[in-house]
C-alpha cells in the first residue's frame, strides 16, 4: 500500500490555474504566497483571463495593479464599485485585449450619491479596446453624450456584437 500524501500540491498547474481562475480576485493574491507551484500558478497571465472585481474588495491601487499585469484579459465584471471612473482608466490603459466589459451599479467616485461614470473614459476604453465586443452597463447616470455616439458608431460598424446599456443619459 501507498502511504505518499495526496494533497492539491500534487494537481498540475493547469488545474490549479481552472481552480484560480474562479476565485476572486484578492484571493489569488492570498493564495499566492503558500507555495512556490501557488506562486508561479497565481503569476501565470494565462490564468487572468477572467476578472470579477467587486464592492469594497481590493483598493483602487490593488486593483489596478492586477489590471497593469493582465496582459491575457479578456472578460471584465466590475460591480458595485465607488472607483469606477478610475478603474476605467486603467482598463483604457492596460487592457487592450478585452473582449467583455460589465459594469453593474458602480458609482464613479467614492462619496458620490448617484452612480455616474465619465463618459469620457467610456469613450476611451471603447477606443482603445479594440477587440471589445460585448459591453454591459446598468445603474449608471451617463455624464454627456458622446459616450452615445462612439456606442452607436461602433454597433453600426459591427465592431460591437451586442451591447445592453441602461444609462441615463443628461
Same mark, same amino acid.
Given at each position: 500500500?501507498?502511504s505518499?500524501?495526496v494533497?492539491?500540491? /500534487?494537481?498540475? $498547474?493547469?488545474i490549479l490555474?481552472r481552480?484560480f481562475?474562479?476565485?476572486?480576485?484578492e484571493?489569488r493574491?492570498?493564495? #499566492?504566497p503558500v507555495s512556490?507551484?501557488?506562486?508561479?500558478? #497565481? #503569476?501565470?497571465p494565462?490564468y487572468w /483571463?477572467y476578472?470579477k472585481?467587486?464592492s469594497?474588495?481590493g483598493?483602487?491601487?490593488q486593483?489596478c495593479?492586477?489590471l497593469?499585469?493582465?496582459s491575457f484579459?479578456?472578460?471584465?465584471?466590475?460591480? $458595485?464599485?465607488? $472607483?469606477?471612473?478610475d478603474?476605467l482608466a486603467?482598463?483604457?490603459?492596460?487592457?487592450?485585449?478585452?473582449?467583455s466589459?460589465?459594469?453593474?451599479?458602480?458609482r464613479?467616485?467614492?462619496?458620490?450619491?448617484?452612480? /455616474?461614470?465619465k463618459?469620457k473614459l467610456?469613450?476611451?476604453?471603447?477606443?482603445?479596446c479594440g477587440?471589445l465586443r460585448r459591453?454591459? /452597463?446598468e445603474?449608471?447616470?451617463?455624464?454627456g453624450?458622446k459616450?452615445v455616439q462612439e456606442?452607436?458608431?461602433r454597433?453600426?460598424?459591427?465592431?460591437l456584437?451586442?451591447?445592453?446599456?441602461?444609462w441615463t443619459?443628461?
Amino acid at each position: 500500500m501507498c502511504s505518499r500524501r495526496v494533497g492539491i500540491e /500534487s494537481l498540475p $498547474d493547469e488545474i490549479l490555474g481552472r481552480i484560480f481562475q474562479k476565485l476572486p480576485v484578492e484571493e489569488r493574491g492570498l493564495l #499566492a504566497p503558500v507555495s512556490r507551484q501557488f506562486q508561479r500558478v #497565481a #503569476a501565470d497571465p494565462y490564468y487572468w /483571463s477572467y476578472m470579477k472585481v467587486a464592492s469594497c474588495r481590493g483598493s483602487t491601487q490593488q486593483v489596478c495593479r492586477l489590471l497593469r499585469r493582465a496582459s491575457f484579459l479578456r472578460r471584465l465584471e466590475i460591480q $458595485d464599485r465607488s $472607483d469606477a471612473n478610475d478603474l476605467l482608466a486603467c482598463v483604457a490603459k492596460h487592457a487592450r485585449n478585452l473582449n467583455s466589459l460589465t459594469m453593474l451599479r458602480c458609482r464613479g467616485y467614492p462619496g458620490q450619491k448617484r452612480p /455616474s461614470l465619465k463618459a469620457k473614459l467610456v469613450c476611451r476604453v471603447l477606443r482603445r479596446c479594440g477587440r471589445l465586443r460585448r459591453l454591459v /452597463s446598468e445603474g449608471h447616470l451617463l455624464l454627456g453624450r458622446k459616450v452615445v455616439q462612439e456606442i452607436l458608431s461602433r454597433v453600426l460598424s459591427r465592431a460591437l456584437k451586442s451591447g445592453t446599456v441602461d444609462w441615463t443619459v443628461v
